[in-house]
């Protein structure tokens, strides 16, 4: 890490050139990639040669984890703020992946202004517990905290992140208020009965079901290895300083051009959580100039580093880091194993 010359206000003062956006820029982002996952819709209609078909039904899906990422742009007023045109295209979107506009901007801001703080790290998040509190906790606790961090539950998170928790859980937590999760899930249920029934399973999968499926999980991934990494750093609530946890709880992903063009820059986390209004197009450039920003946490999509990841488990704050789980448990407790 390298130690920050300009911090708090300064520091964030310091991103603020690269707030203004291109509105043409931002524009064809939102309608090249709508056309694009058009486009898609069209040639995954058409049974042909499978392999290829699975092929292009993946790259569909990485298209949908880019209009995500612009959608998540829209809603901090990154791009096109106050656009009407951009919300009939862009929350539409939002109920297609199961992101109801309504619980992600509550759950999704508390995350910005309270990143890597213990308290609450389940809102818009990864729930992290100490080891202290792993200790403490029942067998139940732990059984519970071990599914939400499962691999599985990432890699299936169409079903547990996305139509359970965004969607089933924050609907019955609150219907008045978030009623669009309801929405979401009966469009998603809906649309998925049509299809198969309508034109038989492999239509459903191809157009539907394995895109879908695909953004899920890679951006679950993507949002878990955000903030779930070596060099992460954790702080007590009451010491808790913003700027630091942008650029020290936050990992900056390094990805090739392709796939900073389908996560539309997301992997430049560091960048966004100092200044989340700066457009994605941008990100690079601030990093570039803002000398603060160029030694953050670096991770990579190799299959080592994904490994790795999901082997953090526990803060352990003598340590100053993350770890795994106790190799043994404290006697008298026995907690189910999903390792």
């Known amino acids: 890490m390298g130690i920050c010359v300009r911090q708090g206000r300064e520091l964030i003062e310091s991103t603020r050139p690269f707030v203004a956006e291109s509105r043409a820029r931002s524009w064809w982002a939102v309608v090249s990639t709508t056309a694009l996952l058009a486009v898609a819709a069209v040639v995954l209609w058409r049974p042909f040669f499978w392999p290829l078909r699975l092929l292009v039904s993946v790259a569909t899906g990485l298209l949908i984890v880019r209009q995500f990422v612009l959608f998540h742009d829209y809603m901090h007023g990154a791009l096109l703020r106050g ?8 929350y539409p979107s939002a109920i297609f992946t199961m992101t109801p506009p309504r ?16 308290v609450g790290s389940s809102i818009g998040s990864f729930a992290t517990m100490t080891t202290q509190q792993w200790q403490e906790a029942t067998p139940a606790q732990r059984l519970r905290y071990k599914l939400i961090r499962h691999p599985l539950t990432v890699l299936s998170a169409y079903f547990t992140i996305f139509m359970f928790d965004m969607c089933v859980m924050s609907f019955l937590r609150s219907p008045k208020k978030r009623w669009d ?13 049509f299809l198969w029934i309508r034109f038989g399973f492999a239509t459903f999968a191809f157009v539907y079901f394995v895109p879908l499926a695909v953004a899920c999980a890679v951006g679950a991934y993507l949002f878990y290895a955000q903030h779930n990494f070596e060099g992460l750093v954790i702080q007590k609530r009451e010491a808790w300083c913003y700027d630091r946890a942008a650029l ?3 990992s900056y992903m390094e990805l090739g051009p392709l796939m900073n063009y389908f996560t ?4 430049y986390h ?14 690079p450039e601030a990093m570039a100039k803002v000398p603060e920003l160029q030694n953050p946490s670096r991770v990579r999509l190799t299959p080592a580093i994904v490994a790795g990841s999901f082997q953090l488990k526990l803060w352990d704050s003598q340590l100053g880091r993350m770890v795994g789980y106790p190799q043994a448990e404290p006697r008298g407790v026995r907690a189910a194993s999903f390792d």
Do not use: D
């Open 83 to 90: 656009s009407k045109a951009a919300r009939v295209i862009l």
């Open 264 to 267: 539309a820059n997301i992997g």
């Open 181 to 193: 999760s309801a929405v979401a899930l009966a469009f998603n249920w809906g649309m998925s009965a």
């Open 270 to 283: 560091h960048v966004h959580h100092l200044n989340p209004c700066i457009p994605y197009y941008r990100l």
């Open 103 to 118: 619980v992600w901007r509550e759950t999704h801001n508390y995350h910005h202004a309270h990143t890597a703080q213990l």
């Open 248 to 250: 020290h709880s936050s």
